[in-house]
């Protein structure tokens, strides 16, 4: 009993609170005061580590928390926790909107996190991407409802590719507990790919990131900070959920993912430094981040038999990033140009996510090398992964040249520098908690070059006083690919109409009682009606009956 | 001569005595004779069914000459069917007639003898078992069913009267011709003369187109929607229930009974005229501008849907339609008294005075609405059954064409039966007022409520009727 | 222990009980409006007990057969199997509701007498259809809610609803006319038979192939036209000026189900799947509910009011169980049956609120429901949470159906059915979610005609009624897995079917 209410309360709670907005007065103050503090919930059962089993719920719902999701209930907790501390004092439009949203999108990762079947984990999927929209779509300008409606499109999208995929289990196996899938079922490499590309649109994996640089200005800033930090890693867990390592012929795929990684991980970056906005230079930034985590996954599905040391790993990247990436969009709102002291603030995350020396970036770094290595990937990879800190350095100083001169809220939040020393400490517990080796010393000079080379070449383009963005800029719009997508959508929207107005022409009227038809009628009605013509008529149909018996 | 055929002689006896002492009644008292006739003549339908449900058929014999060559009355299951349509129609029009009918009326005068000897004329037709006797009682039917028809005071109703007459003098012209044929040729006059060859086609068609007259089949129909309409109410309702069926009984009974082997494209022909006449009439129906127009013309509809039964001829196919005769009979028969009510009340029949009606006179609403159900064949009525009957046994011959013919009839009805119930119950124009008359006594109008009822009902059980029917007609199955 | 003589005189009474209800409506007349009410309410909850009380003795094992030999050979047969009860027990609750909804939706509107006794007659011909242990049975009360539904289309008098009830009545009589045809032609090979699961055709198949291909065919369109199958749907959008309780009933539970009732004890009581397959029309089924789906959603995304969008997304929605049926296996038949019950939660909901914005508001328009959800939370909430259902979301009871149908259709070999059901929830939330934004986050426009004022409890009964049906689709998806829930009678059912 115990166990059902503590796998329970951090999806049951959000969606209670979320209720009591609906009523006005106390219950509706209650509700917005409490519910920053939801996500602190999830801490239960990962404390607990108990698992439940309900039977007459949903399709046989079973919860509990697992390695899998541990990594991602903490980061949810903490990162969540604190943008709904940040929220809590900086959201004041439309507050019933921010926080039904906020705590149905809590709700549903909970859910995801936490269900061990495949029904529950789509749930919480299904219910976390809709609720999501909410967020986006906050602030209900013309540019919000665009980037709503794009990502709503991909979400949905992308979510029935993922239920195709995964009814593609449930067809063979039943709603079966997550943990069983890897060794229970054979599936086609088509539907493991729809489940891959249907969670990809969560992750922002190129070319299916056009709805994040969109999203990420309109939305509120600590919704950004959690849809960066916290939701787009709802697609890994989905990725590690439905297509376990270890899953026959999943290691084949290895390899392409590997490249799509890399590929998203640098067109992140170059995209990003031709963005003029701060929000969405930071949306690229995850983008490309989020290249290096489908790398890792892509080097655990390559070596599964050493997913109990990968995993761990998985989840220092997914922390490191969904911290100190929440720490930056924080800091979008609290006018880090003001002081050294902010400049600091902001400095220490972006470091970290350049993977400088010493900082939660390296440990991601190693993390990642050590999984291209247990995967037995070619020496090459190695550069380009320090190649992409390179990157990245560049892209986050040109996001300080930019946000230095932003102006907004005027004081800073605490919850804000409570972020940025989360993201310092917790990936250092993470790997202290699972005993992994840090490879500090091996690991300082491969982390120092790349930034080296990127301060070179800061200092170069300060020195021909050129920006770093070079001076011919492809006239990219934020969410580059979308603009073309838009163009096709409307297209297929008018041939579908078309196709409709084909397939449902009503049939012909059955009963065309023609006016024509009805003179006609009267007219000879009238005419056999008078006396002669009857007569006639009695005597020929005599006759023609006569004739008929004649006929043999 | 058994008990039961001494009855046969009350069916004929009642009725005539009745209209005797009408006519000598001072005309205050003619109505109680009539309601004591009319009433009492239905009673010995009851010990009569029993009788043929026993026997198939009560036979009476005049002179002690058997048939074929004496001059007999014959009660058989088709007969009683109808009479017992007749016998309904006829106590259920009592209440209206009374009302229409009253002795401070100049035209009620004649009216209680006429519609005691159209009933003498009905149930003689029925019973005949000779061909002369036949034509005796459809002279007297038509005589007086011409009379009742000129009882209304209009100047159409006079000229439908006129039309009618000539028409079916005309028609019984060529009927008795034909007779006259058969008689050279046989030297008998009994309609059922096992042995005799083929009957000569010249007096079998002459004999039936004269009946085809009488019984109003398309396109020599031309004198029935004008008669129906204009005549009186009550009359209307009668004369629709009996008066076109009878000489349709006896149209059966020439082509099953006394020709012996009708020649088979003969039937066909026939069935494609009723086929003519079924859609004809409905779409006529449908353009109809006045309710008992409407309810006149459903009724060549159904007549020539009745007429499926030749190229059929299956002794389902008889069921059927004898039991559609039964149910369609007691359905029009309620609709023209409720169509007679409604005249009372708004002063005409046109149906742009109908919306509204279902909430001055729903009863009458509700009359009609019954009835269109039994008319379009909608489960479980009357007509239903008769229609599952048909189409079966259309099935079973395989005959393709009638089965899809009988099953478009329901739809072909249901357009002009919805068509008047969504005038009366829906039409925006519903709040209109028009000058009423005060409406008649309820009794006139529960009268035609129940031969409604009774109308669905019988579908719900129908196996007396149809074991009655059961045994067929002779030379019905070849 | 039940009598014998209960377990026959229970499903006509349970038929019968609305009959009754309409006669004494139709006798207190106009006037009378509480003795209608309590009529209305005391036969309803008396349905749902009778209703109730069969199901659980079908549940122990009780055979509940009425047999009356209508003709000779032919015989009217009301009896209770599972499936019977699943959609028995869909319209007396539904029913039940529909009533409370139009009691109070009618307050103020003529003519009301005339509209429940319809109504009551209308619910007694729907029953008869759920208990109908022969095709015959079933035919009749089919065409007894053609006749008794067509007063409540035309209810209203005006033009428009007049055109629509000639539409209804050509499409329907017409259905009908086909149906009779096919039936006369059946009895005739196969005499009087009573549903049997799998079929009792099966042994007729060798020698009458292509006459048992054909009735088939004339079957399936007989009752696809009041299910909606495109070609045959053009008299549902027209059907929607009928005052919403009647919308509500018709798309839910009678016309429209009764229709796919039809088609499911055409496939599984009569041919059975297996003969259905082996005449080769499996897969012509299968495309034509396919068809209808698609197209169905397409056509509710270009239509701009409000109520004729959703008789679209019921054609779409209602050919769901269709396909179903036709993928067959024990995952998709249940899905389509379980739909049978789920779309008519969800469309019912969506009707009411539908009813009482254009009753309260004078709401018809999509456009005019911008910011709502301020003015009505709770109606909007309902029409929400069943809307989100229709998608397809989890938990609400569509995702139960979709997730069944889905992976039915997988099993059975058929991605293509699968994607078929993903465009149509796309297309579902292209078309239900602007509704649901409009609602809620759209600023609030002004309002075409004043707000009309009513009573409180009238008020209070129309909201409630559509909380309740919305509450019972959260509910039923949420505890989907529950032994009593539609999903699990379902999946017995099905395992009758498809073993």
Redesign the interface.
């Given at each position: 009993m115990s166990a059902l209410v503590i796998n329970l309360l951090p999806v049951l709670t959000p969606l209670i609170v979320a209720a009591l907005l609906a009523f006005r007065g106390r219950p509706r103050a209650f509700a917005i005061s409490a519910a920053p503090w939801m996500p602190l919930l999830l801490a239960l059962p990962l404390l607990m580590g108990s698992r439940a089993e309900l039977t007459i719920v949903l399709l046989d719902l079973r919860l509990g928390a697992d390695a899998v999701a541990a990594p991602l209930s903490v980061l949810c907790a903490v990162a969540w926790g604190l943008a709904g501390w940040f929220a809590a004092n900086r959201v004041e439009k439309d507050r019933i909107l921010f926080w039904s949203g906020w705590l149905v999108s809590l709700a549903g990762i909970s859910l995801a996190l936490l269900a061990q079947d495949i029904a529950g984990f789509y749930s919480g999927y299904a219910m976390l991407s809709l609720a999501s929209w909410l967020l986006i779509i906050h602030a209900r300008t013309d540019e919000a409802w665009r980037a709503g409606r794009i990502y709503l499109v991909l979400a949905l999208a992308g979510e029935m590719a993922a239920f195709a995929g995964l009814i593609a289990i449930v067809a063979a196996v039943g709603n079966i507990a997550l943990g069983e899938l890897a060794t229970a079922v054979q599936l086609e490499p088509a539907w493991r790919w729809l489940i891959l590309a249907g969670f990809a649109v969560k992750m922002g994996v190129v070319p299916l990131h056009v709805w994040l640089p969109l999203a990420h200005p309109v939305a509120p800033i600590p919704a950004s900070a959690i849809l960066s930090g916290v939701i787009v890693k709802a697609g890994l867990l989905g990725w590690l959920r439905l297509v376990p390592p270890g899953s026959e012929g999943a290691a084949a795929i290895g390899p392409i993912l590997l490249v799509l990684g890399i590929v998203t991980a640098f067109a992140g970056v170059l995209i990003g430094l031709t963005q003029q906005r701060v929000k969405v230079v930071l949306a690229y930034s995850t983008i490309s981040q989020m290249g290096l985590v489908l790398m890792a996954y892509a080097a655990l599905l390559m070596a599964p038999d050493r997913a109990a040391v990968l995993l761990p790993w998985l989840g220092v990247m997914a922390l490191h990033h969904g911290l100190n990436k929440a720490s930056l969009f924080l800091a979008c709102g609290c006018a880090p140009g003001r002081s050294r002291l902010r400049g600091l603030l902001v400095a220490l995350p972006a470091l970290a996510i350049s993977a400088a020396p010493l900082t939660t970036g390296m440990l991601a770094k190693t993390g990642l090398k050590t999984a291209l290595a247990e995967a037995g990937v070619a020496h090459g990879w190695t550069l380009a992964l320090s190649l992409t800190s390179t990157a990245t350095a560049l892209l986050l100083w040109h996001f300080w040249r930019l946000v230095r001169s932003d102006s907004g809220y005027k004081t800073a939040h605490p919850a804000w520098v409570a972020m940025v020393l989360a993201g310092l400490v917790v990936p250092w517990i993470w790997v202290l908690v699972h005993g992994l080796d840090p490879h500090l010393l091996s690991g300082l000079w491969p982390a120092t070059w790349p930034l080296a080379l990127a301060a070179a070449i800061v200092v170069a383009s300060v020195w021909l006083k050129r920006g770093l963005a070079p001076r011919w800029r492809p006239g990219l719009p934020a969410g580059d690919l979308v603009v073309w997508l838009e163009g096709a959508a409307r297209l297929a929207g008018k041939g579908l109409t078309r196709l409709a107005r084909a397939g449902a022409a009503p049939l012909p009227n059955l009963y065309p009682v023609h006016v024509r038809m009805t003179r006609t009628l009267l007219w000879m009605e009238r005419k056999i009606t008078a006396l002669p013509v009857a007569g006639f008529l009695i005597l020929g149909l005599g006759g023609l009956l006569w004739l008929v018996t004649r006929v043999s | 001569m058994t008990p039961a055929a001494q009855l046969l002689i009350g069916l004929v006896f009642v009725p005539l005595s009745t209209a005797l002492v009408a006519v000598l009644l001072p005309p205050r008292r003619r109505r109680w004779a009539v309601v004591l006739g009319g009433l009492a003549w239905p009673c010995l339908l009851v010990p009569l069914s029993m009788a043929v449900a026993r026997e198939q058929s009560v036979v009476m014999v005049f002179g002690g000459w058997a048939p074929p060559l004496g001059i007999g009355w014959r009660l058989d299951a088709l007969g009683l069917v109808v009479l017992w349509v007749h016998a309904l129609a006829g106590i259920a029009a009592l209440p209206s007639a009374w009302r229409r009918f009253d002795p401070d009326l100049p035209e009620s005068g004649p009216f209680w003898s006429l519609w005691m000897i159209l009933a003498t004329g009905v149930n003689l037709a029925l019973l005949a078992a000779d061909l002369f006797n036949l034509y005796v009682a459809l002279e007297l039917t038509t005589l007086a069913a011409v009379a009742l028809i000129a009882t209304d005071d209009g100047i159409a109703a006079l000229a439908a009267a006129m039309r009618y007459l000539l028409l079916a003098v005309l028609g019984s012209l060529m009927y008795v011709l034909g007779v006259g044929l058969v008689y050279a040729q046989t030297g008998s006059l009994a309609m059922h003369q096992p042995g005799i060859e083929a009957l000569n086609n010249v007096a079998l068609v002459l004999m039936l187109t004269g009946l085809m007259v009488k019984a109003a089949i398309f396109p020599l129909h031309v004198w029935l929607p004008h008669a129906y309409s204009n005549a009186p109410g009550p009359v209307a309702a009668i004369m629709a229930a009996v008066v076109g069926k009878a000489a349709l009984v006896a149209f059966w009974r020439i082509w099953f009974e006394t020709a012996e082997a009708p020649p088979a494209q003969l039937a066909d022909f026939l069935g494609l005229i009723g086929a003519a006449a079924l859609v004809y009439g409905a779409i006529a129906a449908y353009l109809q501008p006045r309710l008992k127009m409407v309810i006149a013309y459903s009724s060549i509809s159904h007549f020539g849907f009745l007429l499926l039964l030749l190229p059929l001829a299956s002794q389902q196919a008889f069921q059927g339609a004898g039991f559609h005769l039964l149910a369609h009979g007691l359905a029009k028969a309620a609709m023209f008294l409720a169509a007679a009510n409604i005249v009372v009340v708004l002063g005409s029949d046109s149906i742009r005075h109908l919306p509204g009606l279902d909430k001055r006179m729903p009863l009458e609403a509700f009359t009609l609405a019954l009835a269109g159900v039994t008319l379009i064949g909608l489960p479980p009525s009357g007509g239903f059954t008769g229609k599952w009957m048909l189409l079966s046994a259309a099935w079973e011959t395989g005959g393709w064409f009638w089965l899809v013919l009988i099953v478009l009839s329901g739809l072909m009805s249901a357009a002009y039966v919805f068509r008047i119930l969504a005038l009366t119950c829906f039409h925006p124009a519903r709040r209109a007022v028009h000058h009423l008359h005060p409406r008649p006594p309820k009794i006139t109008s529960l009268a035609a409520l129940t031969l409604a009822l009774l109308a669905v009902v019988i579908g719900l059980y129908p196996h007396p009727v149809l074991d009655l029917l059961g045994a067929g007609m002779p030379g019905m199955v070849r | 222990m039940i009598s014998p003589w209960t377990t026959q005189i229970l499903p006509p009474a349970v038929v019968l009980v609305s009959t009754l209800a309409a006669i004494v409506i139709f006798v207190a007349g106009e006037a009378r409006q509480r003795l209608r009410i309590w009529v209305n309410l005391t036969a309803a909850l008396l349905k749902l007990l009778l209703v109730v009380w069969i199901g659980l003795e079908v549940l122990a094992g009780t055979t509940f057969m009425f047999r009356f030999?209508?003709?000779?050979g032919?015989e009217?047969i009301l009896h209770a199997d599972a499936l019977s009860i699943l959609f028995a027990s869909l319209s007396a609750v539904l029913w039940l509701v529909t009533t409370v909804y139009a009691i109070a939706y009618l307050e103020h509107s003529p003519n009301r007498a005339?509209f429940f006794g319809f109504f009551s007659l209308c619910v007694s011909a729907t029953m008869g259809i759920a208990m109908a242990g022969n095709l015959l049975t079933l035919?009749?009360f089919y065409?007894?809610l053609?006749?008794t539904t067509?007063?409540l289309v035309?209810?209203n008098?005006?033009?428009e609803?007049?055109a629509a009830?000639?539409s209804y009545?050509?499409y329907t009589?017409?259905g009908?006319?086909v149906l009779?045809?096919a039936l006369?032609?059946l009895?005739?090979l196969a005499g009087n038979a009573v549903f049997t699961p799998g079929g009792f055709l099966a042994p007729l198949a060798a020698e009458h192939g292509g006459a048992l291909t054909l009735i088939f065919v004339m079957l399936v369109a007989g009752f696809g036209v009041k299910a909606g199958l495109?070609?045959?749907?053009?008299w549902l959008p027209k059907a929607m000026v009928a005052p919403a309780p009647v919308s509500a009933l018709l798309h839910a539970v009678a016309v429209v189900k009764a229709g796919a009732f039809g088609i499911i004890r055409t496939v599984e009581d009569v041919y059975g799947l297996e003969l259905v397959a082996e005449l080769g029309m499996r897969l012509p089924l299968i495309t034509v509910a396919s068809?209808t789906i698609?197209?169905?959603s397409?056509?509710a995304?270009?239509e701009h009011h409000l109520k004729r969008r959703l008789a679209y997304s019921t054609v779409s929605q209602v050919s769901y169980i269709v396909l179903g049926i036709a993928v067959g296996g024990l995952?998709a038949t249940s899905g389509g049956m379980v739909h049978l019950v789920h779309q008519g939660l969800m469309k019912i909901t969506l009707f009411f609120c539908a009813g009482i914005f254009g009753l309260l508001l004078g709401v018809k328009r999509i456009d005019q429901l911008d910011g709502l959800g301020r003015r009505m939370?709770w109606v909007s909430?309902a029409f929400t949470v069943a809307a989100?259902g229709m998608i397809g979301?989890?938990?609400l009871v569509g995702?139960?159906s979709k997730?069944y149908l889905?992976?039915?259709?997988?099993?059975a070999g058929m991605p293509l059915v699968?994607?078929v059901l993903?465009t149509s929830?796309?297309l579902n939330?292209a078309y239900f979610?602007p509704l649901v934004r409009r609602l809620?986050?759209n600023p609030p426009g002004t309002l075409v005609e004043a707000p009309i004022e009513i009573g409180r409890l009238p008020r209070l009964a129309l909201m409630s009624s559509a909380v309740a049906t919305a509450a019972l689709v959260v509910v039923l998806?949420?505890?989907?897995?529950?032994?009593l829930s539609p999903l699990n009678w379902v999946v017995k059912i099905a395992q009758g079917y498809a073993p």
């Open positions: - | - | 030999e209508l003709l000779p032919l009217l005339r035919f009749l065409e007894l053609t006749l067509w007063p035309v209810h008098g005006t033009p609803a007049l009830g000639r009545l050509r009589l017409t009908g006319v009779l045809t006369v032609w009895y005739g495109i070609p045959l749907h053009g068809w698609v197209i169905g397409l056509l995304l270009r995952l939370p909430g989100l979301l989890p938990p995702f139960i997730w889905a992976s039915g259709a997988l099993a699968l994607a993903i929830a796309l939330a979610l809620w986050l998806g949420v505890l989907a897995a529950h032994p």
